[in-house]
């Protein structure tokens, strides 16, 4: 019999133990970077061969295979690759490697992938690469595999720069990179190495387009011209296309660093038509400078004209140095002062006011719905959280199931991706369904507050301000009626109609009893008045 030393009881460390099962677990990842290898299979096909072989020659045991597929390793944000990650953190058997072909399969990314590793590392699990053998276990090895990932980001930006050169180098030619602009094709029917696009049928209608905004016509009656004629285009995509110098015939790009260059392509407008239409666009048909993000017009595409539909702009008359109002649409005769819009704007927001004298009745009116439509939110908000848990738990066992071999890609993918579609589905309902308001009674008094002085904090506030209490009071913009000189609402906040139509019965009755508003539908709740700053 072995004596025991009593003094051994004194010593540190762990008592190195045999290989354990854990100790021999791993999976196998493959991946290539196109489509193209993919289909052919070849290389994963080679890859899947020798991560086999290298599992077979050391007594290894295949726990699942990932990849399979092609997944661009210039960023960590992959789907099988974060699949992977996900089972080995999570494996109970427990992971001791990963093997892949080699370490430019594993990631491009430099230090992210040094990264990622060493917390790998910290877990126990390492990364090795069957046809670099590199000793992981010591610091040289780590050493080594570092230098490798560095060197795979390395070749990665050595490529992507080379192929920015070549781009630089041929838009300096006069040649066009990427996908022909709007007009534009390319013409694929003549060989050569010179490159070839040609004006096609929608270049021949943006040529009228140019024309028109030169004559100083809005982009909203430019655009519906192009519909009727067929080409679709959104007046905001309009002048990206009216700053474009393509169209004329030139090159401007990043890679050109400031440089405007002529291209071989043939212009849709001539380079004196493109810059008229560009002073048009700062500038309207009558030469009045055109103002934005003002102070003194506000409602400028906020309201628009109850004739035309058309959003109304705003300029100045520097002689006067006065502020105006008009509908662009031409034919239109919607031009109205600032100064007069402003005062019905104000007299508008005056008749949504909270009076002082129905404030703590319509208070606790509305903390008493609030309290009601959000009493049932609790018990579905738990049931709601209970059903995550067992779809978060079922996608787990799929997940294992696949990586373990006892149901195919399709199988996975098809039941995966119902679990994945309800999870994602029940989060949202969750996300919208909490109770976000920490403080109702606040929150009440605070929306109150914002209702009795509401036209005068329009009035004080700044040009951000103005517009967010605009869009908070009237969401869905106003209609300026210049026959009669007055607004139409077309949406008015929830919360603005019912403080109005209580004080509105408030005002009514004589005794100051009014209706019990408990009946008020759910959506009212949600719908509130949120601060402007």
Same mark, same amino acid.
């Given at each position: 019999m072995k004596t025991i030393d009593p003094i051994s009881q004194f010593s540190k460390g762990k008592v190195s133990l045999a290989v354990t099962k854990s100790d021999r677990n791993v999976v196998i990842y493959t991946r290539v970077s196109s489509k193209e290898q993919a289909e052919t299979n070849q290389s994963l096909e080679t890859q899947k061969k020798y991560c086999l072989e290298y599992a077979l020659k050391n007594?290894?045991?295949?726990?699942?295979?990932?990849?399979? !597929?092609?997944?661009?390793?210039?960023?960590?944000?992959?789907?099988?690759?974060?699949?992977?990650?996900?089972?080995?953190?999570?494996?109970?058997?427990?992971?001791?490697?990963?093997? &892949?072909?080699?370490?430019?399969?594993?990631?491009?990314?430099?230090?992210?992938?040094?990264?990622?590793?060493?917390?790998?590392?910290?877990?126990?699990?390492?990364?090795?690469?069957? !046809?670099?053998?590199?000793? &992981?276990?010591?610091?040289?090895?780590?050493?080594?595999?570092?230098?490798?990932?560095?060197?795979?980001?390395?070749?990665?930006?050595?490529?992507?720069?080379?192929?920015?050169?070549?781009?630089?180098?041929?838009?300096?030619?006069?040649?066009?990179?990427?996908?022909?602009?709007?007009?534009?094709?390319?013409?694929?029917?003549?060989?050569?190495?010179?490159?070839?696009?040609?004006?096609?049928?929608?270049?021949? &209608?943006?040529?009228?387009?140019?024309?028109?905004?030169?004559?100083? &016509?809005?982009?909203?009656?430019?655009?519906?011209?192009?519909?009727?004629?067929?080409l679709k285009i959104n007046k905001k995509r309009l002048s990206e296309i009216f700053r474009n110098p393509f169209y004329c015939g030139y090159l401007s790009h990043t890679l050109l660093e400031g440089q405007v260059i002529k291209g071989t392509h043939e212009g849709i407008v001539s380079k004196e038509l493109f810059l008229r239409a560009n002073d048009a666009l700062s500038n309207n048909a009558y030469g009045y400078k055109q103002e934005s993000k003002n102070i003194n017009i506000p409602l400028k595409n906020y309201v628009r004209c109850s004739e035309c539909g058309t959003p109304l702009t705003g300029y100045i008359v520097k002689a006067k140095n006065l502020y105006y109002y008009k509908c662009n649409k031409i034919g239109c005769k919607c031009n109205r002062s600032a100064s007069a819009m402003h005062k019905l704007y104000v007299a508008l927001l005056k008749k949504y006011q909270v009076d002082e004298e129905s404030r703590e009745m319509l208070q606790e009116q509305l903390l008493m719905t609030y309290d009601r439509l959000t009493s049932s939110d609790i018990s579905i908000m738990a049931l709601r959280k209970q059903r995550l848990g067992e779809l978060n738990a079922k996608l787990e066992q799929v997940e294992e199931r696949y990586a373990y071999g006892e149901i195919d890609r399709e199988v996975f993918e098809k039941v995966g991706g119902k679990l994945k579609a309800e999870i994602t589905t029940l989060n949202k309902e969750v996300e919208n369904s909490k109770n976000k308001i920490s403080n109702p009674a606040k929150f009440i008094d605070h929306s109150l507050e914002i209702c009795v002085n509401l036209s005068d904090l329009w009035l004080s506030s700044e040009y951000y301000e103005k517009i967010k209490l605009q869009d908070l009071a009237f969401p869905g913009g106003i209609l300026f009626d210049r026959k009669n000189d007055d607004y139409r609402t077309l949406e008015v906040n929830a919360i603005l109609e019912l403080t109005h139509s209580f004080t509105s019965n408030f005002r009514e009755n004589k005794n100051g009893q009014t209706r019990n508003f408990s009946d008020l539908p759910a959506w009212v709740a949600p719908v509130g008045i949120e601060p402007t700053s």
């Open positions: 007594n290894l045991n295949i726990l699942g295979f990932f990849g399979g !597929t092609y997944e661009s390793a210039k960023t960590d944000e992959r789907n099988e690759f974060n699949r992977m990650i996900r089972f080995v953190k999570n494996q109970k058997e427990g992971v001791s490697k990963i093997l &892949v072909y080699s370490l430019d399969r594993f990631s491009r990314t430099g230090d992210n992938a040094i990264f990622i590793s060493s917390e790998l590392k910290k877990r126990g699990i390492s990364i090795v690469s069957v !046809t670099q053998p590199i000793d &992981v276990s010591t610091h040289s090895g780590v050493l080594q595999q570092n230098i490798q990932f560095i060197f795979s980001k390395y070749d990665n930006d050595l490529r992507r720069e080379k192929c920015i050169a070549g781009m630089k180098e041929k838009l300096l030619r006069g040649e066009w990179t990427g996908g022909a602009p709007v007009g534009y094709s390319y013409d694929r029917t003549v060989s050569g190495k010179n490159q070839r696009i040609v004006i096609n049928e929608k270049g021949v &209608v943006l040529r009228h387009a140019f024309e028109l905004k030169a004559k100083g &016509v809005s982009n909203t009656e430019i655009a519906d011209k192009l519909a009727k004629a067929g």
